[in-house]
């Protein structure tokens, strides 16, 4: 699944440089953070944040129902 997420949100963000994936999995769920720049944030996000709740209901869709729960997030990067 985090293949998914990766392929989806490299096709948004121009500066793949900076761009980096934390998971972390708990008992019943697993949580993945996207760390973008700042430029690439609105790419990612989307106008109303479109893009970004398309992303999270595939992925919700591709889940199967026995398995843990996908939570997906979206932060701009610190340096």
Same mark, same amino acid.
């Given at each position: 699944?985090? /293949?998914? &997420?990766? @392929?989806?949100? #490299?096709?948004?963000? #121009?500066?793949? *440089?900076?761009l980096?994936? *934390? %998971? *972390? =999995?708990?008992? /019943?769920?697993?949580? %993945?953070?996207?760390?973008?720049? /700042?430029?690439?944030?609105? !790419? ?5 944040? !479109?893009?970004? $709740?398309?992303? +999270?209901?595939?992925? +919700?869709? $591709?889940?199967? $129902? /026995?398995?843990?729960? @996908?939570?997906?997030? &979206?932060k701009? +990067?610190? =340096?």
């Amino acid at each position: 699944m985090l /293949d998914l &997420i990766k @392929y989806i949100v #490299e096709q948004f963000a #121009e500066d793949k *440089e900076h761009l980096s994936y *934390e %998971v *972390e =999995e708990t008992e /019943d769920s697993i949580n %993945v953070t996207v760390l973008l720049s /700042d430029s690439d944030m609105g !790419k990612v996000i989307g106008k109303q944040g !479109k893009i970004a $709740k398309a992303l +999270r209901t595939l992925v +919700r869709c $591709k889940t199967p $129902k /026995d398995s843990k729960k @996908y939570n997906i997030e &979206i932060k701009e +990067r610190e =340096e």
